[in-house]
């Protein structure tokens, strides 16, 4: 079943949300008020928040009697009419909310702005106070929910003490890098597509106000805030997620930094998936494994803190990753599921794969210094094909890029055929030495599994953007570039991985200049969201390599 945010949607709502993509309707209000008796609801409440807006509760209790109970909270995007059975049956009251101007809320809908910690706005940690107060609560709350629902638990987490335990899935850790704007580069189609169908497409010209890294998003910056973190938690996260560093994030910070209660204490599990658990029909691995539920170390965990099992949490490692790679070779490392204390999961060191002439990846010494320049026009930007993507319009997952990467605005480079396999677990960058003839620019960059002559699959693994005029920092706008014989150096964050690339294989970086429409296309005029009939030019782009201008792959590799 697809999920949109965190949402289950059967198969009518999947095509009336495809609708509402497509023609940029604003959806309506889904339902009444008070499910008391369509939904099974005990108990309907308009719970006031700080400011006095109500927001739109309801409370399922177990039918049994007795109480007061352990609560689960739930605060919904998307519905109020959800199924909470299994929380109820299992002894728990359960408390589904829908944020404000959403599902019979009042105040107006702004996603997640109200959630956090803004003074006055805290609507989290007030539905938290509320719920503690209530006869039916025992004191003892845990929250959970995936993606739009996971996030505003992140949010929450820094400002209440009285949440217990949390399981959060699918989530970013802080706003800006994550979801908004990657490498400075704005996040064209993931969050104009999802606020068009949240009926919130105005809050896409908000971001689109603050290009940079500044006060207006340290409020979404919930890694910066894990020292005032107390509830621990499960992180369940996929390597094609589309905010995929943000559940890695999230676990490192709390599990290191966080508050008492919090640090040491919390769970991490990485799958493979994409956020709506695509499949493709280019990469598909083998199941050598059972797959590791998430969702029962949460229950386990909700049994230890909210129940006081002393031993529901024994025997689970802190750290469940899965490792891909050759998913045709039955006999190739990897594809399997791994446990570890820590993440990453072992020391590590970065490994340099040096961009060297005749499109080579070079682990030796530093090459000599060369060039290579190619036209980006932003008229013809590159297609976006697979990666950590949401919406129906873009595949996601892993995809063969061979259906775009001859395109002649397409650096290649790649390591001769592997003798040895080799293994890359956590963090990657790209740093690239560039010049251009436009004031601003981006350069992308794309890590690529070749598989062998026969096979002849290049597998996208990760893939980032960085912007030109960030190159000094994300917090303001560095001076235009003075033209080509300016060079200028860009860290082109990655995000994570657990791969293998098989002996036999090769290596490979993709570099370009756009990647549409995962990320709007840049103008080449300095310019950071053009209006419609603005002026795009091409750009002459250089990459720079070897010498005094070392461009390179950076790969974590286990220390040796």
Wanted: aromatic share 12%.
């Amino acid at each position: 079943m697809k999920r949109f945010f965190g949402c289950p949607l059967r198969a009518a709502a999947v095509s009336a949300a495809a609708v509402l993509f497509a023609a940029g309707a604003v959806a309506g209000p889904m339902f009444s008020r008070d499910l008391r008796t369509t939904a099974g609801v005990s108990e309907y409440h308009d719970v006031p928040m700080t400011d006095g807006t109500p927001l739109a509760t309801d409370v399922y209790l177990p039918d049994a009697g007795g109480g007061p109970w352990p609560v689960i909270l739930l605060r919904n995007t998307y519905t109020r009419n959800m199924n909470l059975n299994r929380y109820v049956n299992d002894g728990y009251a359960a408390v589904v909310q829908a944020p404000r101007g959403l599902h019979g809320s009042g105040g107006e809908a702004h996603a997640f702005y109200y959630d956090g910690w803004r003074e006055g706005l805290t609507d989290g940690a007030d539905t938290v106070a509320w719920v503690k107060k209530q006869p039916w609560c025992n004191g003892k709350i845990a929250t959970t929910g995936e993606s739009a629902l996971a996030m505003v638990q992140m949010l929450m987490a820094p400002v209440t003490r009285d949440v217990a335990a949390q399981y959060i899935y699918l989530t970013p850790a802080n706003f800006y890098f994550e979801v908004v704007y990657p490498g400075g580069a704005f996040r064209k189609n993931l969050v104009e597509g999802w606020l068009t169908l949240l009926g919130q497409y105005d809050v896409a010209a908000v971001y689109r106000g603050h290009p940079v890294y500044d006060d207006f998003w340290s409020y979404y910056n919930v890694v910066a805030r894990a020292k005032d973190i107390t509830a621990p938690a499960v992180f369940m996260g996929g390597w094609y997620d589309i905010f995929q560093p943000g559940t890695v994030d999230a676990f490192i910070s709390r599990e290191t930094e966080g508050g008492e209660g919090a640090r040491g204490k919390n769970y991490l599990v990485m799958g493979w998936r994409t956020h709506n658990n695509d499949s493709s029909p280019d990469y598909q691995l083998p199941s050598r494994d059972p797959a590791v539920s998430s969702g029962d170390i949460a229950n386990r965990l909700f049994s230890h803190y909210l129940k006081g099992d002393e031993k529901a949490l024994d025997g689970i490692p802190k750290v469940q990753y899965y490792v891909m790679g050759d998913d045709r070779d039955p006999n190739a490392p990897g594809n399997e599921w791994r446990t570890a204390e820590t993440w990453p999961p072992f020391p590590t060191e970065e490994a340099a794969f040096h961009l060297a002439p005749d499109g080579l990846l070079s682990r030796d010494a530093v090459p000599p210094a060369g060039s290579l320049e190619f036209t980006f026009d932003p008229k013809n930007p590159v297609p976006t094909l697979g990666g950590a993507n949401l919406l129906p319009n873009l595949k996601a997952g892993p995809y063969d890029q061979r259906k775009v990467s001859s395109r002649p605005d397409i650096l290649k480079f790649a390591t001769p055929v592997l003798e040895a396999p080799v293994e890359t677990v956590g963090r990657l960058r790209v740093t690239l030495y560039v010049s251009s003839d436009a004031p601003d620019t981006d350069f992308t960059a794309k890590l690529v599994d070749v598989f062998p002559d026969g096979d002849g699959r290049e597998i996208n693994v990760l893939d980032g953007i960085r912007r030109v005029k960030t190159r000094d920092g994300y917090d303001k706008v560095t001076p235009p570039l003075t033209g080509p014989g300016q060079v200028v150096r860009l860290d082109i964050d990655l995000w994570n991985t657990a791969w293998v690339f098989n002996k036999g294989h090769r290596i490979a970086v993709h570099i370009s200049s756009s990647n549409y429409p995962k990320f709007d296309v840049n103008p080449n005029t300095g310019a950071d969201h053009p209006e419609p009939g603005a002026e795009l030019r091409k750009a002459q782009n250089r990459v720079h390599f070897g010498g005094d201008t070392p461009s390179a792959l950076w790969l974590p590799v286990k220390k040796s």
